[in-house]
């Protein structure tokens, strides 16, 4: 088995940084062969530009999806999102371990999100959501909050944790991979967990790290988050009558 962990934070000795480390021990304690893409440290350019493109399909204007699938089809995409392709394929796994900034994933990691999913590659309007590329990958998000738990619920005044990971989650799916209940540590401060005493933070940095590591010894019998597929949609692209969800809408 092959586990890829994007991982996102500028600083690699940050909390983030010492989940991404527990997530690499415990992996490779279960038998994976893991990979870390290390963002920031690797200068990954998270910006989808003409610069990318020297051999462009339109050269009067610049159109990201018409330049993406043509170098796919031509062999000529940026090294750097090749790389990244490639790690995608090779992964059984995938975590992407990240901050919550500005209720949403950091822009490097967006970006990240905007270069390597590659129109014509790894999706088409045929090759999407349970029709998608990578149906036999999980992914799982770990991420980490400023605020406290109770701030991210329902009613709370950071926003439902759910709603505000849903955009991610979705474009995860987009791909067709199974999506993995997330990992929210909350209460993180610039890097290190909220307390004023040091043994307590201690403590509870040690109590998140072994509850991260637990909870990625038991993934296998884990259900994926559930979504509609194309067998629940009609013409218009919303839930057919009838659908167990559609009085929601």
Not at 211 to 232: K, S
Request: proline share 7%; charged share 25%.
């Amino acid at each position: 088995m092959h586990a890829l962990i994007v991982f996102c934070h500028p600083e690699p000795h940050s909390f983030n940084g010492a989940l991404k480390d527990v997530a690499v021990e415990t992996l490779q304690r279960q038998g994976y062969r893991v990979e870390v893409s290390d963002l920031y440290a690797e200068g990954f350019d998270p910006l989808e530009s003409p610069v990318h493109y020297t051999d462009r399909a339109e050269p009067e204007a610049f159109l990201p999806l018409t330049e993406q699938r043509s170098a796919f089809e031509g062999g000529t995409l940026p090294a750097d999102v090749q790389r990244e392709i490639e790690r995608l394929e090779h992964a059984d796994l995938v975590i992407l371990q990240f901050p919550l900034w500005w209720h949403a994933q950091p822009a490097m990691l967006k970006g990240w999100f905007d270069r390597v999913f590659v129109y014509g590659g790894l999706y088409s309007g045929r090759m999407r959501y349970d029709r998608g590329r990578f149906p036999d990958k999980r992914v799982l998000l770990s991420v980490t909050t400023g605020a406290p738990a109770p701030t991210f619920t329902r009613h709370g005044r950071s926003g439902h944790i759910v709603a505000l990971l849903w955009p991610i989650h979705y474009s995860l799916y987009y791909l067709g991979v199974s999506v993995l209940p997330p990992q929210v540590t909350y209460g993180v401060q610039g890097g290190g967990l909220s307390y004023q005493d040091e043994a307590a933070f201690r403590e509870r940095l040690e109590a998140e790290k072994a509850a991260w590591a637990r909870r990625l010894e038991r993934l296998d019998g884990e259900a994926p988050i559930p979504f509609a597929g194309w067998d629940d949609w009609d013409e218009q692209g919303t839930l057919k009558a009838g659908h167990p969800e559609s009085w929601r809408l």
